[in-house]
């Protein structure tokens, strides 16, 4: 259904943003949104109300909010299926900014939003088993390849994730690729390195892991790869940050435990408020990166605008971010990870060479210009469809 308005409002649907990434898109593209790049006399915002509790208050943004949207999928979707069209048309928007991939609604035009590679990747999905996770993975790539198809453009964050998802269809509507940005509270110089024999038990080389534990993260290689650099008697200590789901924290503490049982060089910390992530990175010394499927990786980004050297996953998306700022491994190799690693506790000067890479890269991506491209891009949808 094409609404006949004249009216210059954006809707969004941020129904099924609820944590993670998603939630930081959300909260730094409005937040990084002034009247003179927005295009839009207002926009309306529905999301559950933890959502629209993260979102900065804007004079043009209104946020609406529905009972069924503070509960589970089931009920979220009830409320796209029975009320979205209805809240549309009660507030006359011209066009809908879907953000969770998924929508029910015969309303045009709506932009899809795509930010979840892990249904459209088979491989990544089997790492789960015959489960409930993989059950609503496959679903889930259903309903989402639906709703790819029935929108009127896409919105992909990655050309790697663009790549995967458009090779398993014969057509999809038009797209374009809007990468992630950088707070600039993030940015902080490469620091001077020092060679590996100035660090000791005392004061060991400090490795981060920060990612959301499950089962295309591989946390449990990179405590392998830990482990046999210990063995090798560097002065390493790992710290893994990250919400972790049930089955795969099992599977992680179990690893530890074989390699670290008191927790002398490996730790585990549950998930970090985000308002306080630019610190965990500025007292490290580097960071690692395992997972293989990424729509876009903006941890990598972080490290990169933190300055530090990274060994990272050469699987998915990573190489279109940090190109040549970074040592590359295999994440399902244990061995491979720990001669990345080992690479770059060995050349301190290797570990600024990557670091100053990655960190220059790293200021080709900016909130302000993904604000700026994604209203721009929203507002020639919506004058090609009058």
Same mark, same amino acid.
């Given at each position: ?6 009216? !210059? ?11 993670? #990434?998603?939630? *930081? ?7 990084? *949104? ?30 609406? !909010?529905?009972?069924?949207?503070? #509960? ?29 991939? *998924? ?11 795509? &930010? ?27 309903? &989402? ?22 090779? &398993? ?23 001077? &390195? ?5 660090? !000791? ?31 090798? #008697? ?10 972790? !789901? ?22 585990? $910390? ?29 941890? $990598? ?20 971010? $940090? ?64």
């Amino acid at each position: 259904m094409r609404l006949q308005t004249k009216n !210059n409002f954006l809707a969004i649907d941020a129904s099924n943003i609820r944590h993670g #990434g998603g939630i *930081t898109h959300l909260s730094q593209l409005l937040a990084h *949104t002034e009247s003179e790049n927005l295009m839009f006399d207002k926009v309306y915002l529905w999301a559950g109300k933890s959502t629209l509790s993260l979102i900065p208050d804007k004079e043009w943004l209104i946020k609406k !909010n529905h009972y069924l949207l503070n #509960g589970n999928l089931i009920f979220r979707s009830i409320w796209q299926i029975f009320h979205l069209k209805k809240s549309l048309l009660a507030e006359s928007c011209s066009i809908l900014f879907v953000l969770g991939g *998924t929508f029910f609604t015969s309303y045009k035009p709506v932009i899809n939003f795509h &930010q979840n590679l892990l249904p459209f990747e088979f491989k990544e999905i089997l790492r789960f088993g015959f489960s409930k996770k993989l059950i609503r993975f496959y679903l889930l790539r259903i309903i &989402q390849s639906s709703s790819l198809k029935r929108s009127s453009a896409i919105i992909y964050l990655s050309n790697f994730s663009k790549k995967i998802v458009e090779n &398993q269809f014969n057509k999809l509507p038009k797209n374009k690729i809007i990468y992630h940005g950088i707070e600039p509270r993030f940015l902080h110089l490469p620091k001077k &390195q020092n060679p590996i024999s100035e660090y !000791n038990e005392e004061k060991p080389f400090k490795i981060i892991y920060v990612s959301s534990v499950d089962y295309y993260k591989h946390q449990w290689n990179v405590v392998e790869a830990i482990s046999i650099l210990k063995n090798e #008697g560097f002065p390493v200590r790992l710290d893994l940050y990250g919400a972790a !789901n049930k089955s795969p924290l099992k599977k992680l503490n179990k690893c530890i435990d074989k390699y670290d049982k008191n927790r002398n060089f490996i730790n585990y $910390v549950d998930e970090v408020s985000f308002a306080d992530m630019h610190h965990i990175y500025k007292d490290s010394d580097l960071s690692v990166f395992a997972s293989s499927c990424e729509t876009f990786g903006q941890i $990598v980004l972080e490290s990169m605008a933190s300055g530090l050297p990274i060994a990272c996953s050469e699987m998915s998306s990573m190489k279109e971010i $940090v190109r040549d700022g970074c040592i590359y491994f295999n994440p399902l190799d244990s061995n491979e990870i720990a001669k990345a690693l080992r690479q770059l506790l060995l050349s301190e000067q290797l570990r600024e060479s990557v670091s100053r890479k990655a960190h220059l890269y790293s200021k080709e991506f900016s909130w302000k210009e993904t604000s700026q491209q994604t209203f721009s891009y929203i507002k020639e949808i919506q004058q090609e469809s009058l």
